[in-house]
């Protein structure tokens, strides 16, 4: 697992990120256990309590769960999964129309861009 941290967001966020881009392109998939939450620690170099709240906000969201005394998994949900994907995809959209928006590219000619760049 290799996550590049940097220093403007609080690395939970971060961590927490990392997984939802990982349940998103399939890396990890429904039902998949992760790491526990020291091993997380332990391979990130991070703080074991830092670990401990992104585990946490997870479960809140329904990321993950966890079964009594077993190790921590992917949801299954379906929603929830395609929810992650379409969050996701959101937020790169807003990031990209807000850094072109200034530079007023006519749609048509943006989405001509978009096409032959993504096509590339």
Same mark, same amino acid.
């Given at each position: 697992?290799?996550?590049?941290?940097?220093?403007?967001? @609080?690395?939970? $966020?971060?961590?927490?990120?990392? +997984?939802?881009?990982?349940? %998103?392109? =399939?890396?990890?998939? /429904? =039902?998949?256990?992760? @790491?526990? !939450? !020291?091993? *997380?620690?332990?391979? #990130?170099?991070?703080? /074991?309590?830092?670990?401990?709240?992104?585990?946490?906000?997870?479960?809140?969201?329904?990321?993950?769960?966890?079964?009594?005394? *077993? @190790?921590?998994?992917?949801?299954?949900?379906? %929603?929830?999964?395609?929810?992650? !994907?379409?969050? #996701?995809?959101?937020? %790169?959209?807003?990031? +990209?129309?807000?850094?072109? !928006?200034?530079?007023? $590219?006519? *749609?048509?000619? #943006?989405?001509?861009?978009?096409? %032959?760049?993504?096509?590339?």
């Amino acid at each position: 697992m290799e996550v590049k941290l940097n220093n403007r967001d @609080p690395v939970y $966020v971060q961590v927490i990120r990392h +997984f939802k881009e990982q349940i %998103a392109v =399939g890396q990890l998939e /429904p =039902g998949q256990e992760i @790491p526990s !939450r !020291r091993e *997380l620690a332990n391979k #990130l170099k991070i703080n /074991p309590n830092t670990a401990q709240r992104a585990y946490k906000e997870m479960e809140e969201a329904g990321l993950i769960y966890t079964e009594r005394n *077993l @190790p921590s998994k992917v949801t299954k949900d379906q %929603a929830t999964l395609l929810a992650v !994907r379409e969050e #996701l995809i959101t937020e %790169a959209v807003d990031s +990209f129309v807000a850094s072109v !928006r200034p530079i007023n $590219v006519p *749609l048509e000619e #943006l989405i001509g861009l978009i096409k %032959a760049k993504y096509n590339s």
